[in-house]
């Protein structure tokens, strides 16, 4: 029950239309890059993936059944969602809250919690408290709490956003090995990670899909400089292709 897919999928809040009948289908492995401009739908169709967001019409499908008709605790195992934004309610530590993250699922063995510490460099932190970590710190926090149970789909929005270079590329990275086993949907605002590290890239702009292609194929999609309004020039590197936006 790990393939996750959507059926005409309409969001609406008041007159505003943020995803417009939307239908996609995301298989039980891969990295997904979904882009698009602001005000695009980005971050309202990962929280209709993940339940938070209620459509207006269609449905979200997790496996065989839709996403509506599982319980809490069907969903919790099944998917992990890592929010743009989040504060907790309380002060909480950094041990803490990797800790809550572990218990969403009845708990993981004490090995799980050392790994996702030391995959997100957060040992020796475990004391320090929420309010006192910088923005990159809480980024790991946050990526630690939902990535040590390790969901078979995991929905991020722009994970690495308020990261250092060298964390933002390490994240990116971590995110699309996943893919070989796990599913990974993520929000990407740097379109340079989007092609460099995610197999498959969704382009999407007022709430519908411009373009869903393999990540090599639509970087040469005129319909990037289209939704985006810019002229990007294709500059071949070791590492692919990257965009340089000319107004």
């Known amino acids: 029950m790990s393939a996750i897919a959507t059926d005409n999928l309409l969001v609406r809040r008041g007159d505003a239309v943020l995803v417009d009948r939307l239908t996609l289908s995301l298989g039980p492995t891969g990295s997904v890059a979904i882009i698009g401009p602001n005000g695009a739908g980005k971050s309202t169709l990962l929280k209709a993936l993940a339940g938070i967001e209620r459509p207006t019409g269609g449905e979200v499908r997790l496996g065989d059944r839709a996403l509506s008709a599982l319980s809490g605790a069907e969903r919790t195992r099944a998917l992990g969602f890592l929010p743009q934004y989040f504060e907790p309610h309380w002060d909480l530590s950094v041990a803490e809250l990797v800790q809550l993250g572990a218990e969403r699922v009845g708990g993981t ?38 990535l040590v149970v390790d969901p078979p789909v995991l929905l991020a ?4 956003a308020s990261l250092d270079i060298r964390h933002r ?75 340089r936006a000319r107004s």
């Open 157 to 160: 929005d722009e994970p690495a």
């Open 109 to 146: 063995a004490p090995e799980a919690i050392a790994k996702a510490n030391r995959t997100f460099e957060l040992e020796g932190l475990g004391y320090r408290r929420w309010s006192t970590l910088s923005g990159g710190e809480r980024a790991r926090v946050l990526l630690a709490s939902v």
């Open 169 to 243: 590329l390490d994240v990116a990275r971590a995110l699309g090995r996943r893919g070989a086993t796990r599913l990974s949907v993520v929000v990407v605002h740097d379109l340079d990670l989007a092609f460099r590290f995610f197999e498959r890239v969704i382009l999407l702009d007022r709430g519908r899909v411009v373009a869903d292609a393999r990540a090599a194929d639509l970087i040469a999609d005129p319909r990037l400089d289209q939704v985006f309004g810019v002229s990007f020039e294709r500059l071949a590197t070791s590492d692919g292709a990257l965009l």
